[in-house]
Nanobody, 122 residues
Framework: QVQLVESGGGLVQAGGSLSLSCAAS????????MGWFRQAPGKEREFVAA????????YYADSVKGRFTVSRDNAKNTVYLQMNSLQPEDTAVYYC???????????????WGQGTQVTVSS
């Protein structure tokens, strides 16, 4: 089992920044890929970014490339999502997820955090 707890959401003005954290625990989570997804009201959950825990390789959705950065801290067992130049269309509930192989498909992730709200005002 892998347990995930997100934190760091909030309200920010357009052009601002937020940093999300996802604290992971469990016996084998370092064998997993970690993904960030988001879901806006009335929309499907969409891929944002992912990182391989083992080698740190990353992948981003085109909509956030150049603005968001995903990283990990092995000592703290935590994955981060640094979000810069936020826009109103980034408003959503953000989730971290863990999967035993790298994927951008939400349906393929086995473990999910509870989600954290990010709201960007114009």
């Amino acid at each position: 089992q892998v347990q995930l707890v997100e934190s760091g959401g909030g309200l920010v003005q357009a052009g601002g920044s937020l940093s999300l954290s996802c604290a992971a625990s469990g016996r084998t989570f370092r064998r997993y890929a970690m993904g960030w997804f988001r879901q806006a009201p009335g929309k499907e959950r969409e891929f944002v970014a992912a990182i391989n825990w083992s080698d740190g390789s990353t992948y981003y959705a085109d909509s956030v490339k150049g603005r968001f950065t995903v990283s990990r801290d092995n000592a703290k067992n935590t994955v981060y999502l640094q979000m810069n130049s936020l826009q109103p269309e980034d408003t959503a509930v953000y989730y971290c997820a863990a999967n035993n192989f790298f994927s951008i498909r939400a349906t393929e992730y086995d473990y999910w955090g509870q989600g954290t709200q990010v709201t960007v005002s114009s």
